[in-house]
T-cell receptor
């Protein structure tokens, strides 16, 4: 059983650019959640996808968008990047054999916006 | 906002039990207590969760008070690898996780 994987591990972009981050969920999981973690803070919930539909969203602007594919992998897209978007972006999957709401996190993608 | 209160940091000697407290005085009857930890530069890791009974697994024990307003995570024999930020979270079955600032646990050699 493979765990949650994310790509790329690190990324540098400039202000105004667009970025796509990818996440492969753990085998058997149908739900993916995305989080943003600024330095020194706890992760902040961005949104969740369940069976290819958005299933809850945190307090993030529309330029943060996502997608889930039939194999339950997911993408996070951020348009018009701002300096404050620099953070660790975490993906978590759930819905496998364990309790529905237990989430298993990937290692994250560290994004730096210059 | 997070529904829990945790001390910002704690120290524990290697080999001793680490007891991490969490207050959740406004917890509802259908809300679970979850614990995750985050080792530096890694994604959070699930540790344990419970509703009202005490729970134990291979990583830790969770002690929930009878009124459910507080809980304690116990790492029975702390090692240097247990140095991490520990997050206590309360959520209902379909809730989305809201992380607070957690407790930074330092294991001292």
């Amino acid at each position: 059983e493979t765990g949650v994987t994310q790509s790329p591990t690190h990324l540098i972009k400039t202000r105004g650019q667009q970025v796509t981050l990818r996440c492969s969920s753990q085998s058997g999981h149908n739900t993916v959640s995305w989080y943003q973690q600024a330095l020194g803070q706890g992760p902040q919930f961005i949104f969740q996808y369940y069976r290819e539909e958005e299933n809850g969203r945190g307090n993030f602007p529309p330029r943060f968008s996502g997608l889930q594919f039939p194999n339950y992998s997911s993408e996070l897209n951020v348009n018009a990047l701002e300096l404050d978007d620099s953070a660790l972006y975490l993906c978590a999957s759930s819905g496998g054999a364990g309790p529905q709401e237990t989430q298993y996190f990937g290692p994250g993608t560290r994004l730096l916006v210059l | 906002d997070a529904k829990t209160t945790q001390p910002p940091s704690m120290d524990c000697a290697e080999g001793r039990a680490a007891n991490l407290p969490c207050n959740h005085s406004t917890i509802s009857g259908n809300e679970y207590v979850y614990w995750y930890r985050q080792i530096h530069s890694q994604g959070p890791q699930y540790i344990i969760h419970g509703l009202k009974n005490n729970e134990t697994n291979e990583m830790a024990s969770l002690i929930i008070t009878e009124d459910r307003k507080s809980s304690t995570l116990i790492l029975p024999h702390a090692t240097l690898r247990d140095t991490a930020v520990y997050y206590c979270i309360v959520l209902a079955r379909d809730d989305k996780i809201i992380f607070g600032k957690g407790t930074r646990l330092h294991i001292l050699p």
